[in-house]
C-alpha cells in the first residue's frame, strides 16, 4: 500500500492520484510506493501550515522546546533501525546511515535548549523614561526542501530551529529518499508537533518543490540542493526570505611537513566517504611536489583496501541512482583527457562505482572545477602554500577546506586565507558538528549558515520594540 502525505495532522492521498516509488540503490529492492503530490496538496498543505502557526508561534519557546527533546529521544531509542533505513535508502554505509541519524538527535537536543535561549537584545534609548529592545520573531510558513545525501540529518537541520523559533513547515523531501522523511515526521508528530505545524509533500521537484517556491502563503525558504535548483529558487522565490545551501569542490592541501599517514586517512575518508556523495567531500588533493611521491603511493594502498558493496557489508555504498553513475562515468571520460587516471575509473554492476583517482590535473581542469558527487578524486601538484591556497580558491564554490600541516604559521595562513565557509586543519573537508555554524560563501549560497546560533537566524526575524514610559510625547531627532 502506498505511503501518503501527512498535512494538517492527517495522512491523505495525493490530489494527483498518482504515486511513485523509491528504491534502494545497492540492491534494486522497492523501499516503498509513496504520493506524487502536486500544486494542489501544497496549496492544502499551506493553508494547514497557516492555520497551525498562529496558536504554535504562541506556545511560549521552552514549550516547544520540550517537544523537540522528545523528538530527540524518539530519534535515539529509534536509532539502529533508522541508520538501516538511511543505508537501504540512500545507500551510505551503515556507521554513516548512524551518524546521519545521530546528527538530527544532536540537532534537536542543541534546538530544543535554545528554547530557553531565545535572546534578544535590551540597550538605552536616547530618551529619558524610555526602553529599547529586540526580541526575535518566527518567520510565518517556512518551505523545506531537502536533497537525498542525508535524508534524516538535513531536513532534521532545518526542521528544528524552523519549529523552535515557532513556525510552521511544509516540507518536501528528495525524491530518492521519501521513506526517511517519512519516518521522521512520523515521529515529530509522536514527540507532540501540533496537527498542521510540520506538512509532508513528497512528489517531484517541478511539481512539489516548483509551487512550494513560488506560494504566495509561505514566508521563507530554506533549500539544500544543487547549484542549478538553488538557482531557480532565487529567481523564483520573490521577496521570501532565502536560504540556499549549495555545491562544493573542497580541496585538501597537504604540504611537505605533513604527517602523511594521517592525511591519508582523511583524504579516503573525505573523498570516498558516502561514496564522495557529501556536499563537503573533499574532491580535490593539493599536494606539495615534496611529498606527492610518498603520498600517492600511501593513498594507491589505502583504496585498494575499501570494499564496494552494499553498505551494511561494504566500506563503499552504491551511487545513489543510475542518473548518477552515468554523471560519474562522464566526468571520468572527461579526466582521462585532462590527467593521468591512477586508479580506479570503472562502473561496476548496479549503481557501483569504482574509488577513483586522477593525478597530473590542472587547476582549471573541469573535474577540478566541477562538481561530480561521486568517488572522483583530483590530484593537483603546487611548490608552496601561497600556490596551493591559490588553487584551493580558484574555483566558484567556497564550502570547506582543509590542510595537513605541522607548521603553525601555515595553518593560521590557511585560515585566514582560504575562501570556504569552514576550514580544517589537519582533519578532512567532512566533520561539521551540529553547534557550529555550517555553510559556505561565494557559488556555495546565498550567506546563510546553518547549525548552531546562526541556524536561529535563518528561521527568525528581529522586532525593534520601545517602550516610552514618560507619559509624554518624545520626538526622537527633533530639538526641543
Ligand atoms: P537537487 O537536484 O538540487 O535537489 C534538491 C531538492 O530540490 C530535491 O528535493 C529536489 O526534488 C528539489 N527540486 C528539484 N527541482 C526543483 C525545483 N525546480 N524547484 C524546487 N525544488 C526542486 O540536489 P540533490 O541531487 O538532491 O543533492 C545534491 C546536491 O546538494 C549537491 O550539489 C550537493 O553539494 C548539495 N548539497 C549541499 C549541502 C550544503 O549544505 N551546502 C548539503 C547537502 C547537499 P527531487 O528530488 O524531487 O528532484
Not at 549560497?445 to 516610552?468: C, H, M, P, W
Request: charged share 20%; net charge positive; proline share 4%.
Amino acid at each position: 500500500m502506498a505511503e501518503k502525505l501527512f498535512i494538517g495532522g492527517k495522512w491523505v492521498k495525493s490530489k494527483s492520484g498518482k504515486t511513485f516509488t523509491s528504491i534502494n540503490p545497492a540492491t534494486g529492492g522497492t523501499i516503498g510506493t509513496f504520493q506524487s503530490g502536486n500544486s494542489k496538496d501544497v496549496g492544502l498543505a499551506v493553508r494547514a501550515a497557516r492555520k497551525a502557526y498562529k496558536k504554535w508561534r504562541l506556545t511560549p519557546a521552552p514549550g516547544r522546546g520540550e517537544i523537540l527533546f522528545e523528538a530527540a529521544r524518539l530519534l535515539k531509542k529509534n536509532k539502529k533501525r533508522l541508520g538501516k533505513c538511511v543505508t537501504d535508502e540512500m545507500g551510505k554505509q551503515i556507521s554513516e546511515g548512524l551518524g546521519d541519524v545521530q546528527e538530527a538527535i544532536d540537532v534537536f537536543e542543541y534546538m530544543a535548549a535554545e528554547g530557553r535561549r531565545f535572546f534578544g537584545h535590551t540597550t538605552t534609548s536616547e530618551s529619558p523614561d524610555k526602553f529599547a529592545m529586540t526580541v526575535r520573531v518566527p518567520l510565518g510558513v517556512c518551505g523545506l526542501i531537502t536533497p537525498w545525501n542525508f535524508p534524516i540529518a538535513i531536513p532534521a537541520w532545518k526542521l528544528a530551529p524552523c519549529l523552535i523559533a515557532g513556525n510552521a513547515a511544509v516540507f518536501k523531501p528528495a525524491s530518492d529518499t521519501p521513506g526517511c522523511a517519512l519516518e521522521l515526521v512520523k515521529i515529530l508528530s509522536e514527540a507532540g508537533v501540533p496537527d498542521g505545524v510540520v506538512n509532508l509533500v513528497t512528489g517531484s521537484g517541478r511539481n512539489v518543490g516548483a509551487p512550494i517556491v513560488r506560494h504566495k502563503g509561505i514566508d521563507a525558504i530554506s533549500f539544500t540542493g544543487s547549484r542549478e535548483v538553488g538557482e531557480f529558487v532565487a529567481a523564483n522565490a520573490g521577496l521570501k526570505k532565502v536560504g540556499l545551501e549549495l555545491g562544493g569542490k573542497n580541496p585538501i592541501i597537504v604540504m611537505g611537513d605533513a604527517d602523511l599517514d594521517l592525511a591519508v586517512d582523511g583524504i579516503i575518508w573525505g573523498a570516498f566517504g558516502t561514496t564522495g556523495q557529501r556536499c563537503t567531500a573533499a574532491s580535490r588533493v593539493i599536494v606539495h611536489k615534496a611529498v606527492e611521491k610518498p603520498l600517492l603511493a600511501r593513498l594507491l594502498r589505502a583504496t585498494g583496501k575499501l570494499t564496494i558493496g552494499y553498505g551494511m557489508k561494504a566500506d563503499v555504498g552504491p551511487l545513489v541512482n543510475q542518473a548518477a553513475v552515468e554523471k560519474t562515468k562522464a566526468y571520468v571520460e572527461i579526466g582521462k583527457k585532462e590527467g593521468k587516471l591512477f586508479c580506479g575509473g570503472n562502473a561496476l554492476e548496479g549503481n557501483f562505482f569504482e574509488p577513483t583517482i586522477f593525478t597530473k590535473v590542472k587547476p582549471s581542469a573541469r573535474i577540478a572545477q566541477e562538481e561530480i558527487f561521486g568517488p572522483v578524486l583530483a590530484i593537483i601538484t603546487v611548490k608552496s602554500l601561497g600556490e596551493a591556497i591559490t588553487v584551493a580558491n580558484s574555483t566558484s564554490y567556497g564550502l570547506s577546506a582543509a590542510i595537513y600541516t605541522r607548521d603553525v604559521n601555515s595553518a593560521f595562513t590557511a585560515i585566514r586565507d582560504l575562501e570556504a565557509g569552514i576550514t580544517y586543519i589537519n582533519a578532512p573537508t567532512i566533520g561539521a558538528e551540529v553547534h557550529l555554524p555550517f555553510g559556505g560563501v561565494k557559488a556555495t549560497g546565498n550567506g546563510t549558515r546553518e547549525a548552531g546560533i546562526l541556524g536561529l537566524e535563518e528561521f527568525s526575524e528581529v522586532k525593534t520594540a520601545y517602550v516610552d514610559y514618560s507619559g509624554k510625547l518624545q520626538k526622537a531627532q527633533i530639538d526641543e
